[in-house]
């Protein structure tokens, strides 16, 4: 069974970090790009920080610029996402999402994932 399971959300006050982790099964993580999207109550999903298959290229929100990473350890299979500095206007369900290639839309384009997580809930409050 192809999965992804995120973790590592929680309830964390303005300033602080988080890292949220995006484990795959029954697939190799490695080969596709991959993608962090949000979406937050009565808003759409915004992809956060998205990379290509071999790292090679990032897209990001402008909101996250300079405060989010994206990394990859691929002998687990796993992707993270390192979250900085954090705001409230960060809150929201955060999902990972997989993209095989070929796809030409650009990276951070939820159309383009057809892998996608469960979510995890993040809440930046003091």
């Known amino acids: 069974q192809l999965q992804l399971v995120e973790s590592g959300g929680g309830l964390v006050q303005p300033g602080g970090s988080l890292r949220l982790s995006c484990a795959a099964s029954g697939f190799t993580l490695e080969n596709y790009a991959i993608g962090w999207f949000r979406q937050a109550p009565g808003r759409e999903r915004e992809g956060v920080l998205c990379i290509s298959r071999r790292g090679g290229s990032t897209n990001f929100a402008d909101s996250v610029k300079g405060r989010f990473t994206i990394s990859r350890d691929n002998s687990k299979n796993t992707v993270y996402l390192q979250m900085n500095s954090l705001k409230p206007e960060d809150t929201g369900t955060y999902y990972c999402?997989?993209?095989?290639?070929?796809?030409?839309?650009?990276?951070?384009?939820?159309?383009?994932?057809?892998?996608w997580g469960q979510g995890t809930q993040v809440t930046v409050s003091s």
């Open positions: 999402a997989a993209r095989p290639p070929g796809i030409l839309s650009s990276l951070c384009v939820s159309s383009g994932y057809n892998y």
